[in-house]
């Protein structure tokens, strides 16, 4: 008979190896997945996910990154526009009346980021309208408010008109698919 504790030993020896500094040097795919999420969900400082996993400063840094790229790609290619029926078939009440073809409500967002220490870079990312270091997105919400569209970052100097050409978002929108379909703007 195998006891739990001596299996789990054996999957622990066999899964990392100590280091100097007495830290695992590799951790389990699902524990990996757990600090990322973990990461997200408390913002937790760096610091303190090195010591509640007991790993190493690069290690979590190298997770952070990896985890973070992984899901952007998955979840970057899922395509979350709705077909403009769909977006009739779940509108609320009170969209029933004026607004009953509306087919997407969009909205320019800013995000604050780092200041560059390049001056060039600065006045690409510069906001006046935040007087600080932004990246703005597109983003496009159904009107029960499913998310339905996220641009790509644009530098923070661009302007909305700019980013709604750009963005991709004119060739999702049309007019025959929603029976003269509405869109709700600010500005």
């Not at 990996?32 to 937790?44: I, Q, S």
């Not at 009440?93 to 969009?106: A, E, H, R």
């Not at 995000?111 to 997105?137: D, G, I, W």
């Not at 569209?149 to 980013?163: H, M, R, T």
Request: proline fraction near 4%.
């Amino acid at each position: 008979m195998v006891r739990v504790t001596s299996s789990q030993k054996s999957l622990s020896t066999s899964t990392s190896t100590e280091s100097p500094m007495n830290r695992p040097t590799k951790l389990l795919p699902i524990d990996e997945l757990f600090l990322f999420l973990n990461y997200l969900a408390t913002g937790c400082t760096q610091r303190e996910l090195c010591h509640k996993f007991n790993i190493h400063r690069a290690t979590e840094s190298r997770i952070l990154v990896s985890r973070s790229n992984f899901l952007y790609t998955l979840l970057g290619s899922v395509s979350i526009w709705m077909a403009p029926d769909r977006v009739r078939a779940n509108c609320p009440t009170d969209f029933s009346g004026p607004y009953k073809n509306t087919q997407v409500i969009l909205d320019c967002t800013e995000m604050r980021c780092q200041t560059p220490s390049s001056l060039l870079l600065q006045s690409e990312v510069f906001s006046a309208f935040k007087s600080h270091c932004t990246f703005k997105a597109f983003i496009g919400m159904s009107p029960h408010g499913a998310l339905t569209f996220v641009s790509a970052l644009f530098e923070g100097s661009i302007s909305d008109k700019d980013i709604f050409r750009h963005s991709g978002i004119s060739s999702l929108l049309t007019d025959d698919g929603c029976n003269g379909g509405q869109r709700v703007s600010d500005r």
